[in-house]
Structure formats: structure tokens, C-alpha cells
């Protein structure tokens, strides 16, 4: 770009200047003609963006014949007043575009963009560079800037380096348009904006998309905000957005400034989409659900949800409408940034679990009780574990033996590199003896038997289970929870102890580091699970979720009941209400043929299933008595929850985006981590690129591929499997896991993101 006079932005009457050249990867510079693709883009500022129509000099005609209007096609460019002269392309291939005069486009940033793609779509490169109208001050994005955008948390390969939107995956192009994904949110708002390309900008489709299943109207147009129907938003009902516990109502997962607190039509009405501000309607209706006294029966008993919800059919309280809103001059009056309106913004967005709890922590946990030199521990010791209950503020919690609403429980498991359970899940105020010194604010628990020789079965497995409690690294899981209800919500605060402790030997210390708690968080912000009694600490899940473990089976109890129709399973004949207290008067819910055979909770498995689950093959699932071959799982109270649409936001061959390097020092006296090995010095993740069929088949869930594992698995003469996965799939083999999830040099496309 040619520089401003004042050297700092550009004014009235200026025109800048933008030089272009275009180079293939041996540095052979590239005319426009050579390419498949190669568009000018400007659009800015950065609050109310639009392409800059004028300065573009560009057709606007969204019917025009070759689809080039809101942007220049560089191959072929048209413009909207030819006199302008704006295009030039030297002989070998440079290209001048002089903007047309800077006159009453708003002050701000903008972005110009050149977006180019060989003929055969495999090398793609979007291009950005900012200019500043009228003012020298930088305007931001809501998301950050580009290159750190919060997009990037969920949605940034680690390993292919590509940003994975809507546009990455194959659709237009068999290769996917990557590049249009490459640095959002910039890239975005260059098509996307209120005057842009696409009709539909970036807000909309934002909002909508990470709405997802939320939506309640689904590109329906609304032109009271000047957006018409899109269709496209109906595809994307099948997205949870992923931050715990609040999903889309934490808006400050992506945005980074106060913005998201400025209520106005467009902005609120793209979540929001039920809502039409011209008719002052509801389309479907809101649904509260029932007042807590029961059904309602006039408008009055619905008050508890506010001034404008009704009583509607089946006693559901709901609403219908919302006053009528010509512009956005309104909408602050109500809908305030602050905490002071009738409905403010801040307030209907608030996600109690992580604004009003105390934020519990766990300080200073050690263990004690071992008997082999110099602190390791022995089958037969009994483990004692002190720790500091402390707020947020530094404050200790001196009532937890007392304090009802506060509940505590430990476990331990090992070793890290295979864990099976040792010592299962105790309430620590019930079990063992928990004692509280005033003088150092500080706990002891002392557990009720010692450490046992035997492991404990895995979870539902009703096979026969024998292992020792070898000589490895364990793990001590302590976390205390408090029960919060707020505005009719129940919500719970979590404080977390994870300790490792050796037992049986004295060699160092070598933690799981398989995944890490970080990586985790960075999409999920605060992991949870168990109705948010188990927070924060994604890398002790495995203690109960070993290998074997399975979700609940023949035998286990459900809800109360009466008569077996009021079992939610009995319809399906899966459950039937059965006496569980042997009074002879049937009492419970009780599962009775095992509706998910087999279905695995061992953690791995789980989570590849889990993030994997909308495109599987459905061979491990295909014997369910509910949905056969989509991943459900029975969980508490024999609830069964269908999780088949669940997708990891990014290619999932980006092993590594989960499974990070544990980074730091390490030698042969210093080890890495389970999970990681020593490479150069530094603790590296291998945990990914060590193949086994339980994990494999999680992802790769077809009948061929589970009779690949079976006809590689050799059984020795003692009777045990043996696999033999590491022959062509280990490290350096023809096949490694390493080689077949390699998807950046050269670049392969991702997969479609629904299944055919």
C-alpha cells in the first residue's frame, strides 16, 4: 500500500494505492490469468463494516451474469465506472489498483484483501492488510485480532496450521476454501458484512451457527433489521456450543471487550431469532415450562417469568411477545449494559456456576502414611492427605465438616500409564475420619483400610477381573463441592487435588500427561461433567474411567416408580419398574435388557467417541435397542443420552491439539510423564502415535476395521491377546499413526462434516 500524506491515515480526496504480486512456491511471480481464483476485497470499519463500494469502484448488481458484485475479480475485473482507470497489470505480472477518492466513507480501520487459489484449488492464500479512513486510532475486534482470535481456541489445527470454519471443509471446492478461514474474524467481515458479497453478515452467521441447536427459528428473514431468509443456518441445528456450563450464553467465550452488552436488533435478534421486532412477536413461542407450584391455569401464575409470559397449553408458562421496535433507539431502555434495566444484558446472560460461587480451591495437599524410603508407599499402608480449603480471595474454609451445603470425596487409581481403580470413590465426611486443626487451617483425612493388593474391577464390568496393584505411579483425586441454588438454579462450586505418589518402588515420579487440563479448557473453559460435581480437572477423569469400564447395564437403578409405564426405558423394553427393598411392592426403575451393550466409558474411548461421533461408522453401537449404531450412553439414573451428533470444531486428525507436549527438562534420572517420551531433552507427546485397538476402533468405527484389529491381535500360549497394531502402525513403521494423520505437507482436506 502507498502511504497517507500525514503518514498516519487517509483522508478526503486521497486515493490510495495497492501494489500486487503473485508468486508460486519456487518464487516464480504469477499472472492473475494463471490462477483459478484471484479476488480484491475492502470492506471496513470495523464497527457497522461494509464493503467500501466506492473505493472498490465495483459492481453492486448481486444479479450480475459472472457473480462479480461487493468485490474485483482480478482475472476478469469489472468495474462500476470504467473512467476510473482503477486496474493496471504489468507485463510480468504485477498488478496496481488505485482505489477511487476517499469521500463520506466512516472513519475507522479497514481491511483490504486479496484472496487467491491455483487452478486445481490446492495452494490458497487470503492476504490482508489494513488501512485507516479518517482517523489514525485502530480499531479492534470483538474476537481479538486476527492472528489470536478467539476462533482460534476451538477452531485452530494444531497440526495442519489451518483454521477450520465453514468455509474449510469440502463443499465449492473438493479441497474446501481454506484460505477464507485462515485468519477470522477479518477474513470474514471482508464477504460478510452489512453490504457485502453475501447478504448475510458475519453476526448472523456467528450467532446462528454457534446457536446451533438453540435456534428456534432458523433463518427465518427478518427484515425488520434488514436480513433476509438464509437457509443455510437450518444445517447447523445439530451444534452445541461447547463452553461449560453456560454454552452459548457465554458470551465472553468469544468476545474479548463489553460489546456483546450493546443490545440492538441485529446483534440480539441473531441469537435471539424468534423474535420479530416489527410485529412485536414470538415465532415459535418462548417456553418457561411450568411455574414450581405446578400447571398454570391463568396468565398471573406465570408472573415468575416476567411482565410479558402467559399460561399456555398443557399449564406451560411461555412467551409470545415483546414490544414493538422500529429501530434500536429502544433497546437500551430495557435491555441495559449494565445491571440496572428492567432486563439487562449482562444479567440474562450471567452464568451463575461461575459468577456466584466462592471459587473453592485446594492448597498444599501432601500425602502421608508411606513406609518405603524415602516417601513412597506400600500395599498395606493407609494414605493420609492434608490440604488447605481456601475462596477465591485467599480465605480459608475452615466448616467443612460442618457445613452442609459442602460435600468432599476421594479416590485413588494406578498406575498412570494403565490405571485401573485402587481405593474407590469415598465420601470423605462419612468415611475414614476427617479432622480440622484451627492453629494451621488446615485438614487431615486419614482413610478407613489400607491400600489393597487387588485393583477393583472397572466400572459395570461384570466379567471376571484380576490385577495387581503393581509397582507405578498413583493417583489421589480430592474434590470438594458446595451447593448453590440461585434464582431456582442449582449450581455447584468445585475445588480440585490431584497428587501423584509412587507405590511399591522408589523411581521418580511419572504423572499421566496424555492430555492436558489447558487443552481442554481452551475450548470447554471449565470442563465438567456429573451435573458439575467433577470441574476442572479433565486429566483425573481416567481414575474412574478405566480401561473396561462400561456405562450402566442389566440390573442397575433408576427412578422411583410405581407401575412399569412410568419408566422412561419401558416403552422400548429396556426398563420395567421392579421391587429393589424386597418388600414385594415394586419400588424403582430397574434396566433389564442392557440397551448400549458394551458401550465403553473408558476415558479415551469416551472422549475419541464422543468428538468423533457425527461421522463414525456406528459398527460398535449397531446392537442398540435404542438407535442402532448412533452413540448413546445410560448414565445417572438410567438416563439415556443419544451423543451422535457431538464433532470436534476442527479436523480431527489434529491429534495434537488435544494431546499437547508436556514441554521442560528430562533425562533418563528425570522422565517425562506417562504419555510423553524424551526427544532431544524435551518431553514430547507419543501418547497419540501409540497405536491399540480399543482406542483405534473409537474413531475408526467400522466392521472392517474392528476385523482388521481381531485378525492382528495374537493370542501366546498362555492365553492372552497380544496385539500386534505397532508392526505397521508404531512409530518409523510404512503405516505409522503418525504418517496416516498427517494432513499438512501436502495439505489434505478435511472430511465432510455430515455423513452421506
Known amino acids: 500500500m502507498t502511504t497517507p500524506a500525514n503518514g498516519q491515515f487517509w483522508a478526503a480526496g486521497e486515493r490510495p494505492k495497492a501494489t500486487i504480486r503473485i508468486t508460486n512456491s519456487c518464487g516464480e511471480q504469477l499472472r492473475a490469468a494463471d490462477l483459478g481464483t484471484a479476488g480484491l476485497y475492502l470492506s471496513g470499519p470495523r464497527k457497522g463494516t461494509r464493503t467500501a463500494i466506492k473505493l472498490l469502484n465495483c459492481v453492486v448488481d448481486r444479479a450480475a451474469a459472472d457473480r462479480q458484485h461487493h468485490f474485483i475479480n482480478l482475472r476478469a475485473p469489472k468495474l462500476a465506472d470504467a473512467s476510473q482507470a482503477n486496474f ?110 453475501s447478504t448475510n453478515p458475519t453476526v448472523r452467521k456467528v450467532h446462528g451457527a454457534h446457536r446451533g441447536e438453540h435456534q428456534a427459528a432458523a433463518g427465518v428473514a427478518h427484515p425488520e433489521y434488514g436480513l433476509g431468509a438464509d437457509s443455510t443456518l437450518v444445517a ?24 456483546w452488552k450493546a443490545a440492538s436488533r441485529l446483534g440480539c435478534g441473531t441469537c435471539h431469532d424468534n423474535v420479530f421486532f416489527d410485529t412485536g412477536t414470538l415465532t415459535p413461542p418462548r417456553s418457561f415450562g411450568k411455574p414450581t407450584a405446578g400447571a398454570c391455569v391463568v396468565d398471573n401464575d406465570c408472573a415468575s417469568f416476567g411482565a410479558f409470559a402467559s399460561c399456555g397449553a398443557a399449564g406451560v408458562c411461555e412467551r409470545k411477545v415483546h414490544p414493538v421496535e422500529t429501530d434500536d433507539a429502544q433497546c437500551a431502555s430495557c435491555h441495559t449494559a449494565d445491571n440496572s ?40 499402608d493407609t494414605l493420609s492427605v492434608n490440604f488447605k480449603l481456601v475462596d477465591t480471595l485467599g480465605a480459608v474454609v475452615p466448616d467443612l465438616k460442618t457445613n452442609t451445603k459442602l460435600s ?71 474434590y470438594v463441592n458446595e451447593a448453590i441454588t440461585v434464582n431456582g438454579q442449582n449450581i455447584r462450586d468445585a475445588a480440585n487435588a490431584v497428587v501423584d505418589f509412587e507405590l511399591g518402588d522408589t523411581t521418580p515420579l511419572r504423572p499421566r500427561q496424555v492430555i492436558s487440563n489447558a487443552s481442554c479448557a481452551s475450548c470447554h473453559v471449565t ?52 421391587d429393589t427393598n424386597g418388600d414385594t411392592v415394586a419400588d424403582a426403575c430397574v434396566i433389564t435388557a442392557d440397551p448400549t451393550p458394551n458401550q465403553s466409558i473408558d476415558f479415551p ?49 489434529n491429534c495434537k491439539s488435544c494431546h499437547e507436549d508436556a514441554g521442560g527438562v528430562c533425562s533418563a534420572t528425570a522422565p517425562c510423564g506417562a504419555g510423553q517420551a524424551c526427544r532431544g531433552g524435551t518431553c514430547v507427546n507419543v501418547s497419540w502415535t501409540t497405536p491399540t485397538a480399543h482406542v483405534c476402533t473409537s474413531c475408526h468405527d467400522e466392521d472392517s476395521v474392528f476385523g482388521h484389529a481381531a ?46
Open 88 to 197: 493496471s497489470e504489468a507485463v510480468d505480472g504485477t498488478i496496481t489498483y488505485t482505489f477511487g477518492p476517499i469521500s463520506n466513507e466512516p472513519a475507522g480501520t479497514y481491511t483490504l484483501g486479496v484472496w487467491v487459489k491455483s487452478t486445481d484449488d490446492v495452494d490458497q492464500q487470503l492476504a490482508l492488510t489494513d488501512l485507516q479512513l479518517g482517523t489514525a486510532t485502530v480499531e479492534t475486534y470483538a474476537t481479538g485480532p486476527s492472528q489470536s482470535s478467539t476462533c482460534s481456541d476451538c477452531h485452530l489445527g494444531s497440526m495442519s496450521g489451518k483454521s477450520y470454519q465453514a468455509h474449510a471443509f469440502p463443499g465449492f471446492s473438493p479441497m474446501g476454501n481454506f484460505a477464507l478461514d485462515a485468519t477470522p474474524i477479518a477474513n470474514c467481515l471482508l464477504c460478510h458484512n452489512l453490504d457485502g458479497y
Open 236 to 259: 447447523f441445528g445439530n451444534i452445541g456450543f461447547p463452553s461449560m456450563p453456560g454454552a452459548e450464553r457465554d458470551c465472553a467465550k468469544c468476545h474479548v471487550d463489553d460489546r
Open 341 to 380: 434495566g428492567i432486563s439487562p444484558v449482562p444479567g440474562r446472560h450471567e452464568v451463575y456456576a461461575t459468577t456466584r460461587i466462592r471459587g473453592l480451591a485446594i492448597t498444599g495437599a501432601k500425602l502421608s502414611g508411606g513406609t518405603l524410603p524415602p516417601s513412597s508407599f506400600a500395599v498395606g
Open 408 to 478: 468432599a470425596t476421594i479416590m485413588v487409581s494406578g498406575p498412570t500409564d494403565d490405571r485401573q481403580r485402587t481405593i474407590a470413590s469415598l465420601s470423605v465426611k462419612s468415611a475414614g475420619t476427617l479432622s480440622y486443626d484451627a492453629l494451621s487451617q488446615t485438614y487431615t483425612y486419614l482413610f478407613p483400610s489400607a491400600i489393597p493388593a487387588q485393583a477393583l474391577a472397572p466400572l459395570n464390568t461384570t466379567a471376571p477381573f484380576v490385577r495387581a496393584n503393581g509397582p507405578g505411579t498413583y493417583t489421589l483425586w480430592l
Open 527 to 578: 470442563v465438567q461433567a456429573h451435573g458439575g460435581t467433577r470441574q476442572k480437572a479433565a486429566n483425573a477423569c481416567g481414575l474412574c474411567h478405566t480401561n473396561g469400564a462400561v456405562d450402566r447395564t442389566v440390573g442397575s437403578k433408576g427412578i422411583a416408580c410405581v407401575t412399569s409405564a412410568t419408566c422412561p426405558g419401558n416403552a422400548a423394553g429396556w426398563e420395567s419398574c421392579v
Open 605 to 653: 474411548v469416551l472422549v475419541h467417541d464422543i468428538h468423533y461421533a457425527r461421522v463414525r461408522g456406528g459398527y460398535a453401537e449397531r446392537n442398540n435397542l435404542v438407535s442402532p449404531g448412533e452413540l448413546s450412553y445410560v448414565g445417572f439414573n438410567n438416563g439415556l443420552t443419544n451423543l451422535n451428533e457431538g464433532l470436534f470444531p476442527q479436523d480431527i486428525r
Open 711 to 756: 485378525l492382528q491381535t495374537w493370542i501366546d500360549p498362555s492365553g492372552s491377546p497380544v496385539e500386534t497394531c505397532t508392526t505397521c502402525h508404531g512409530e518409523g513403521a510404512a503405516f505409522s499413526v503418525e504418517s496416516v494423520h498427517q494432513i499438512r505437507s501436502p495439505y489434505v482436506p478435511p472430511y465432510q462434516r455430515e455423513k452421506n
